[in-house]
């Protein structure tokens, strides 16, 4: 308790005295910081140099900032490090704007950096990236890719660096100062890390100093000294503290054995005040130090103990404070004696450093520390680096001449054979610990790295042991020996030797030692290494050989995980073993894989790691974000770049295809994942000629072939109902789809003109089918002409190896089943289409329809391919299309029969058609009954899948459409030249001429479409074309909507429009003629029907319907469509034969027999004929008389 008091009262009064009176003794860093002070350039002689023995060492990434301000117009240097050779790195401007020198080049930024105004200027490169950013008060104003045929550039070690001044160097090494573009104006700020810095990052560096060059004046050489400013302050919560710590102790030896982390924790955590925390401290191991005081000879004999050791400790302070009044207050603070059970603390006068520390430490996990016990648990640090000797370095450790730092322990190689006579069970087990009780005795050093291979030796004699033998065996045994002790070279050697050659043996067998050599070797430390994983960010510090470097794990803080710097046998060099992670843990969502460095041997651990996370964040969310998405595939991107055998690719598209087929919006990443799998394709590692990746969303093929037997290649794919695909593969070409696939592609012989030169056995072909049509998102479809397309297959591709097969004459066959029955295109995926953002396109593909559900492509190259469904108008209801394509093909039927029987009656009685409507009717009937029948056997025609044929049906079907259109057309003007324009007026060849137009016209349009693309005809789905709209077979019709729309649609309307005028004016003048007869008013309303069904009928009026069939009553309208116009050729024998009385007189004339037959000279005959001259009058009698002869 008393002792208790005692330290109380101490730390109270130490506490008073700090505040109340300046300590004389603090203060390295808060003499010799920069912060708060600014550099005045008023001209010569003022020079700031990098001090020479401040090594800048090679870095291939970097970021500088530094914060200026100009007092002239003048041109002007912010710094300049250079070579012998070059300008390495620099910033030099003018009134317009500034340029950046970088590996002797210059890169001008068209920037304005005013006069009178402080401005921060940063850069970073970026060597993997090739990449330099440039940024004006924190803003991006510039962003250059480099371009060199050295694609390592990096920058040079040990150059000189300037402020304000430009320079040279002389053959001598001496720095020259140059004139004419010197900064007139000042400095308050220049920091170099070895890193390259994001812009996020950059922007929120603030007050943190570099850790290549820092803001210190120990790491300057200077003409004129730095001005105080009180303007430039900065406030800071992060700090580094790098000093030199010794600690003694008086009394007690077992304290000698305490944690140096713990001792030095418990330290600080007693002299800070409370706004000020620890977070974080990393100290060394084993180093010695002579520590060069003035003291008695009975001080230094009273200690039991004495320990120096490097420390890095990382503190907050908060509430931030200005730099300069921390690093006063944190040096006066540490640079007195502290005391404590016993032990006495003291850090190391010249060594104190103190600097403003990333605010977002690089370090995501606890420091570093090689120690074998701690007292305290710590959390993680901002910066880890190894102890360094005592000097100028790279990162602004002091030049301390009072202490040295030296390699721990010396290392010997013992190469030796031994031989074993006898009987020994386990003799390399024996071995080891022979070896170990020889020179493992007295604690002072180890046999590590033990390597034993067995020889074998005959023996025919006796050794003089007690057991005879036959045989030895022989072993060669390598080893390393550690040596902790630091003895003299020799005696250890000698020691070894002795240990080893002295042989061992009992009643059962001896071990004897013939050669045997001994050599000292020198191992380097294992380099500051920085490795990312799924633990998180750690950076292992400079470690001694065979030492196990320690780190606070990041997750939980309170476990540890541990790295030994390996010492190769083979070698004898060190390297870096794997770390040990099993006591921490892996952290559990998506963004924490930015934290892994993918390598060879861990690609596939950085798989299974992306796997189980991808499967844990859907099966909670359903999806990923899209910078979680871009992350997953940029990270495999990686993983592909460094590694890809069999099991790694399994994963990967298993990956894949977990997200396609969750809701996760892939379009971002589409390019992405393409390449993605096309590298995997290229460079996957296998075992055989072939092998099939296969996942629901994502099958993946790959075949080596012999270029010399390569006679073509079929793959195919069948997608069952429960999402499994089956895959095809025939060595061969085979033009038609193989059975039960969804997707098939076939290519040609030709393929082999395109397979790489050089060894001929390695080309490979690769073969990709893609589940969903997530990836081929193409926002402008809605945009073509010819209709409304979307996707409705699968989409599958091929490809060579290192080839880009196009322009084949031997086209590949590619076919794809879609479920719906529309009109189809076949594409394939551009990549350059939209500005390189990929689009689909038709250019070299043909698309040949095979059935209403399976589509086949005649392509030029080889690529993606996929289906495009015209999706202009939706769908009907199945039933609604059944019952639809039974009344088309039941009134197509219908109408051909008694279009056959009015065609028939009227070629056979001549009376029948002594006048020109009959005539015209007769053609009118002929092109019905051409449609209709052509109609009925279309899909029959078309199953034979025969190009040719196809077309031929098509183009016969469009001829017949067109002609019973024109006839319509044709009829209408009869009427209207009969009855309204025209009387007893004689028209020469009258008929002759309606034949040309009636039969002539349509041909011309079926030539000229024949003859601009013969292509325009062939068999599909239809959607539009007259009572074949309902129709879901096969049909052989018209492909191309701009020759629909023209040919057909437009047609038919002119036709229509025309007919309908005729039809509204002959109703008038029909009724003007029953008003000016008496008789004419007797007839009934029936009658009235009867002769405007009549002429609806004659002139087509019904396929009017077509142009109506548009919700909400579209469905209704195909009802009306399909029975009016499929039962056309019923109507026109119902109304021109059935009802006509001059027809059923000579039906009956010719036809019956009996009391039915009627002679054709009786009464009732001249009564019917007296009465329909009556009713016609002079209306037609010029057209039907011919003009008397003169």
């Known amino acids: 308790m008393t002792s208790m008091r005692n330290l109380t009262f101490l730390i109270i009064c130490l506490s008073i005295l700090m505040s109340l009176c300046p300590l004389n003794s603090a203060a390295n860093s808060e003499s010799t910081s920069l912060w708060g002070k600014k550099l005045e350039f008023k001209g010569p002689p003022c020079l700031w140099q990098l001090h020479p023995e401040v090594s800048v060492p090679a870095l291939t990434d970097l970021s500088v900032c530094i914060r200026l301000k100009r007092t002239s117009s003048a041109q002007w240097t912010g710094f300049l490090y250079r070579s012998t050779e070059r300008k390495e790195l620099g910033l030099e401007g003018n009134n317009a704007n500034f340029k950046i020198w970088l590996f002797g080049k210059q890169y ?129 919560s992060n700090y580094k503290i790098k000093m030199w710590v010794t600690v003694t102790n008086l009394e007690s030896p077992e304290n000698c054995s305490l944690a140096l982390e713990g001792i030095t924790r418990n330290w600080l955590v007693n002299i800070f005040p409370n706004n000020i925390s620890v977070q974080d401290i990393f100290v060394s191991q084993r180093p010695t130090c002579q520590m060069h005081l003035d003291e008695d000879l009975a001080k230094m004999s009273s200690r039991v103990c004495e320990k120096c050791f490097g420390c890095e400790v990382y503190v907050s302070v908060d509430p931030a404070a200005n730099v300069k009044t921390v690093q006063t207050d944190i040096s006066a603070l540490l640079s007195t004696n502290f005391s404590f059970d016993f032990l006495t603390i003291e850090a190391v006068h010249d060594s104190i450093t103190v600097l403003p520390a990333v605010i977002s430490p690089p370090v995501t996990g606890p420091p570093p520390t090689i120690t074998h016990s701690l007292t305290t648990s710590e959390r993680g640090l901002t910066e880890s680096t190894a102890p360094r000797p005592p000097k100028l370095s790279t990162t602004g450790e002091p030049v301390d001449r009072t202490v040295t730092v030296e390699m721990p322990d010396q290392f010997f190689r013992v190469n030796l054979t031994l031989l074993i006579r006898g009987i020994l069970s386990k003799p390399t087990d024996f071995i080891k610990k022979w070896l170990q009780q020889k020179l ?77 050599s001994i050599k000292q070797i020198e191992p380097k430390s294992c380099l500051e290494e920085d490795i990312s994983s799924l633990y998180g960010r750690y950076i292992w510090p400079e470690t001694f050989p065979q030492v196990t470097a320690e780190m606070g794990c990041r997750k939980p803080v309170s476990n540890r995980a541990y790295r030994l710097c390996k010492l190769d046998i083979e070698t004898d060099t060190t390297s870096w073993d794997y770390p040990n992670m099993t006591n921490c843990d892996k952290f559990a969502t998506v963004s924490d894989i930015s934290n892994i460095t993918v390598t060879p041997d861990n690609a596939a651990e950085v798989v299974d790691i992306i796997q189980d996370l991808v499967d844990v964040q859907l099966s909670n969310n359903s ?155 193409d926002p402008y479809l809605i945009n073509e002409i010819d209709g409304n397309w979307t996707l409705h297959s699968f989409v599958v591709s091929a490809s060579v190896n290192n080839s880009q097969v196009i322009n084949l004459k031997e086209r590949v066959v590619v076919t794809l089943k879609h479920e719906e029955t529309r009109r189809s295109k076949c594409v394939f995926w551009d990549f350059q289409k939209y500005s390189s953002l990929g689009g689909w396109s038709s250019s070299g593909c043909e698309t040949r329809n095979i059935s209403p559900h399976q589509t086949s492509c005649l392509c030029d190259h080889l690529t993606h391919f996929g289906v495009l469904l015209d999706a202009s108008r939706d769908p009907l209801d199945p039933e609604d299309v059944r019952i639809l394509t039974v009344i088309s093909y039941l009134g197509c039927g219908v109408s051909s029969i008694f279009l056959g029987i009015t065609l028939l009656t009227y070629l056979t009685f001549e009376k029948l ?3 020109y409507p009959s005539k015209i009717l007769i053609n009118l009937s002929t092109a019905l009954l051409g449609l209709t029948l052509l109609f009925l056997i279309n899909s029959w025609l078309a199953s034979f899948s025969n190009y040719a044929l196809c077309i031929t049906t098509a183009a016969f079907l469009h001829y017949f459409l067109l002609a019973s259109c024109t006839w319509m057309g044709l009829e209408a003007f009869h009427m209207y030249f009969a009855l309204v324009k025209v009387f007893n007026t004689y028209v020469p060849a009258y008929l002759l001429k309606f034949c040309a137009v009636g039969w002539g016209i349509p041909l011309v349009i079926v030539g000229l479409v024949l003859a601009i693309d013969k292509d325009a005809y062939g068999s599909s789905v239809p959607d539009r074309v007259g009572v074949a709209l309902e129709s879901t077979e096969q049909f052989c019709w018209i492909q191309n909507n701009v020759f629909y729309y023209v040919t057909v649609v437009g047609f038919f309307l002119l036709i229509f429009l025309g007919n309908m005028g005729v039809f509204i004016v002959v109703l008038i003048q029909i009724k003007k003629m029953r008003a000016n007869k008496p008789l004419a008013k007797s007839r009934t309303a029936l009658q009235d029907l009867r002769a405007v069904a009549g002429l609806t009928v004659l002139l087509g009026l019904t396929w009017s319907l077509g142009f109506f069939s548009f919700e909400p009553v579209r469905v209704v309208m195909m009802y009306l469509f399909a029975i009016c116009n499929s039962f056309q050729g019923f109507f026109v024998f119902v109304f021109h034969c059935l009802m006509k009385e001059n027809v059923r007189k000579q039906w009956k004339t010719h036809l019956c027999c009996g009391r039915f037959r009627v002679n054709e000279t009786s009464d009732w005959s001249r009564s019917v004929t007296v009465d329909v001259r009556n009713k016609k009058g002079n209306l037609v009698k010029s057209l039907t008389t011919p003009p008397p002869s003169h």
Not at 211 to 222: A, I, P
Not at 476 to 482: A, D, G, I, K, R
């Open 623 to 777: 999806q990923l974000s899209s910078s979680e998405l871009r992350l997953v595939m940029e990270k495999l991107s990686e993983v592909v770049d460094v590694s890809i055998i069999e099991p790694i690719g399994v994963d990967i598209v298993n990956i894949v295809a977990n997200i396609l087929l969750s809701e996760t919006d892939v379009t971002p990443v589409a390019d992405i994942v393409l390449d993605l799998t096309d590298q995997m394709g290229n460079s996957m590692e296998f075992q055989g000629e072939s092998i099939n990746i296969k996942s629901p969303a994502l099958v993946l093929s790959m075949i080596n072939v012999d270029p010399d037997e390569f006679s073509g290649l079929t793959f195919g794919v069948s997608v069952s109902s429960t999402l499994n695909p089956e895959i095809f593969v025939n060595q061969s070409f085979v033009s038609k789809p193989l059975a039960e696939t969804n997707a098939t592609i076939s290519l040609p012989a030709e393929i082999n003109n395109f397979f790489p030169p050089g060894v001929r056995n390695t080309t490979r072909v690769q073969f990709h089918f893609y589940g969903t049509p997530d990836l081929f998102q």
């Open 108 to 236: 001008p930024v068209h920037q304005e950096v005013s006069s009178k105004k402080w401005h921060s200027i940063c850069l970073t490169w970026s060597g993997k990236n090739q990449r330099l950013n440039v940024y004006l008060n924190e803003p991006t104003v510039e962003n250059i890719f480099f371009y060199s045929d050295d694609a390592h550039q990096q920058l040079a070690q040990n150059g000189t660096l300037t402020l304000g001044v430009s320079h040279s160097v002389l053959p001598n090494g001496e720095l020259k100062p140059e004139s004419g573009n010197n900064l007139l104006g000042e400095i308050g700020l220049f920091r170099m890390w070895g890193k390259e810095w994001s812009a996020e990052e950059v922007s929120s560096l603030g007050c943190a100093d570099g850790d290549v060059v820092s803001w210190d004046l120990r790491q300057w050489k200077y003409d004129c000294p730095p001005v105080p400013d009180n303007n430039l302050t900065c406030g800071w």
């Open 440 to 516: 493992e005795t007295s604690n002072s050093m180890s046999v590590v790295n033990l390597v034993i291979k067995e020889g074998y030796r005959s023996m025919g004699e006796y050794t003089g042991l007690l057991t005879p033998i036959t045989k030895q065996n022989q072993y060669n045994c390598t080893f390393h020996v550690q040596e902790y002790h630091k003895n003299n070279v020799a005696d250890v050697e000698q020691f070894i030797h002795s240990a080893l050659t002295s042989g061992y043996e009992n009643i059962s067998f001896a071990i004897q030692t013939t050669n045997i």
């Open 913 to 915: 058609r002594q006048d």
